[in-house]
């Protein structure tokens, strides 16, 4: 089983700021299957980046993918009021165990 | 627009059996390439991956849970169906249901159905 660690637990920033999410994989993620999640307390998670770097379908261009192999990172290059919230990654190459990490909450500091 | 809603009970006792429902809608659940996967989140933890089922039948299930999981699905109906057996305290949970293409992620997902467990 592929254990992803989250880095930090908690990032506390201010709007218009960078936010940088790491997603470290405990082995390689086959063909950088690395997904990432937006949730928000009551409301349904929103996928946001597919295949390490990808967007998903309406996502705006603040949100940026990147890394493989083991090490992964989400950026928002500024956050907006409405980006506060957890993100998790998710790996889904290979066969299940499918994973998730623990999750990073970034709070309005 | 694809869509997803969960439904099942809200309190089971221990040592029951959990039967949660996903009714979904904006695709069939015959399409090839489709999958509906259940994932769920104890209060305060994180998302676990529970199960999966394909358009064409194939199941994929979490070794940890796998003895204790069915998931299934009713075309016709447009619903997929997870069971979960021998239900303990800790399985307490919001269990949710999402949409996939293969090789893809689980993409849209359901508002999720708290469930829990207590004598």
């Known amino acids: 089983e592929i254990v992803l660690t989250q880095s930090p637990g908690t990032l506390s920033l201010s709007p218009g700021e960078r936010a940088t999410l790491s997603c470290r994989a405990s082995?390689?993620?086959?063909?950088?299957?690395l997904a990432w999640y937006q949730h928000k307390r009551g409301q349904a998670p929103r996928l946001l980046i597919t295949?390490?770097?990808n967007r998903a379908t309406g996502v705006p261009d603040r949100f940026s993918g990147s890394g493989s192999g083991t090490d992964f990172t989400l950026t928002i290059s500024r956050l907006e009021p409405e980006d506060f919230a957890v993100y998790y990654c998710?790996?889904?190459?290979?066969?299940?165990?499918?994973?998730f990490g623990q999750g990073t909450r970034v709070e309005i500091k | 627009q694809i869509t997803l809603e969960e439904s099942g009970p809200t309190l089971v006792k221990p040592t029951e059996t959990l039967t949660v429902t996903c009714t979904v809608s904006?695709?069939?659940?015959?399409?090839?390439?489709?999958?509906v996967d259940w994932i769920r989140q104890p209060p305060g933890k994180a998302l676990e991956w529970l199960a999966l089922?394909?358009?064409?039948?194939?199941?994929r299930y979490s070794p940890s849970l796998k003895s204790r999981l069915t998931i299934t699905k009713d075309t016709s109906k447009n619903k997929v169906f997870l069971t979960m057996t021998n239900m303990d305290p800790v399985d307490t949970a919001t269990y949710y249901c999402?949409?996939?293409?293969?090789?893809?992620?689980?993409?849209?997902w359901g508002q999720g159905t708290l469930v829990t467990v207590s004598s």
């Open positions: 904006g695709f069939s659940l015959s399409s090839s390439g489709v999958g």
């Open positions: 295949g390490a770097s």
């Open positions: 999402a949409h996939r293409r293969l090789g893809q992620p689980p993409g849209a």
């Open positions: 089922i394909y358009w064409d039948d194939d199941k």
């Open positions: 082995q390689s993620v086959k063909t950088n299957y």
């Open positions: 998710l790996q889904y190459g290979g066969l299940p165990p499918w994973t």
